[in-house]
């Protein structure tokens, strides 16, 4: 589905678009923004539906006491330091990856969708690399994927017949399965917009495992060289310092190719790019805005999710 930005007018500190579709007619700002509210709310139980089913299918034999000691470990960790909260070291046992995916991935997904859709509707570049059919998208720092489902979802509400190649880097291999999980369930379920950009891809997505604090080679490097769109959410406010967030910034901006688009949703305080605009231009900044999940699965497990965050989107070409 190709869409053309008819108008837009700034409005209440942020910028609204007007899209008219083929054969549909254009919506009023009141129309809209109530459809895009609907959309939201069908997305985000969507979203829960799919990681409860993810979840009850690799957890094995845990218990529910198994992984609430897993968010209880996780919670820990974050509020001890969200510095290498996310380290290997964290998530050696199966107990805390479920206990994290559980608590972070819908709500991940929902802030992935949201950011992203915002940035679509700010960012022409974005919009025009949108109208093709295909294209490649690595992600990095991915963990278990949550946040690309968000993505994707996002994606096909613009474009139905877009048909993305997506490549996930993370150091840690252990959740290379649980995405292979999510992709199948998205593959042969129906979990909305997600499962219907999934459900024909062009390629079946790959998982490279890689360390993004160091040089990048191998495939991780082709994937950079490659990729038409770079995905990083999260990764930056994770690393323990300045030094190392600028090493893997400048291992990414240096190795991706000219006219490629960097996305980046992480903390206001990561937001160190100006440093690098010789060789990135910015093309949109998002305002300060928090994002809220409103929904919840049907367990707990005596932990509630994460259900805000204050990550924004910064969307960059690089020159």
């Given amino acids: 589905m190709n869409f053309t930005l008819v108008s837009s007018e700034v409005r209440v500190g942020f910028n609204v678009a007007y ?6 007619p254009l919506l009023s700002i009141n129309m809209a923004e109530e459809l895009d509210r609907i959309k939201a709310d069908s997305e985000e139980k969507n979203f829960v539906r799919l990681f409860e089913e993810a979840l009850k299918t690799f957890r094995g034999d845990l218990s529910d006491d198994d992984i609430s000691k897993g968010i209880k470990d996780t919670i820990s960790e974050f509020r001890k330091s969200i510095f290498n909260s996310c380290s ?4 050696q046992y199966h107990y805390q990856r479920c206990g994290y995916f559980f608590r972070y991935s819908a709500p991940s997904a929902g802030l992935a969708r949201d950011r992203v859709l915002d940035a679509i509707r700010n960012c022409q570049e ?17 963990g278990p994927g949550s946040d690309i489902i968000g993505l994707c979802s996002a994606f096909y509400e613009v474009n139905e ?3 993305p190649e997506f490549i996930l880097v993370d150091h840690n291999i252990e959740w290379k399965v649980y995405f292979c999980v999510l992709f199948y369930l998205l593959r042969n379920n129906n979990f909305g917009y997600a499962s219907s950009l999934f459900r024909y891809p ?3 997505p790959l998982f490279i ?4 604090k160091f040089r990048p080679e191998g495939d991780y490097l082709i994937a950079l060289k490659t990729a038409d769109i770079i995905w990083m959410k999260g990764l930056l406010s994770i690393l323990h310092c300045s030094c190392k967030r600028h090493f893997v910034i400048q291992n990414v901006i240096s190795s991706m190719a000219r006219g490629a688009l960097l996305l980046v949703v992480d903390s206001p305080f990561c937001d160190t790019f100006d440093e690098y605009s010789d060789i990135l231009e910015r093309l949109y900044s998002q305002k300060n805005e928090r994002y809220s999940f409103n929904h919840r699965p049907a367990e707990d497990y005596g932990y509630g999710f994460s259900p805000s965050s204050n990550q924004i989107i910064n969307v960059f070409m690089k020159k």
């Fill in 126 to 142: 974005l919009r025009f690399l949108l109208t093709r059919q295909s294209m490649k998208i690595l992600s990095i720092g991915s």
């Fill in 19 to 24: 899209y008219s579709y083929p054969g549909k």
């Fill in 202 to 204: 062009t390629k079946e």
């Fill in 209 to 212: 495992t890689a360390d993004t």
């Fill in 161 to 163: 017949i877009f048909k």
């Fill in 88 to 91: 290997i070291e964290n998530f």
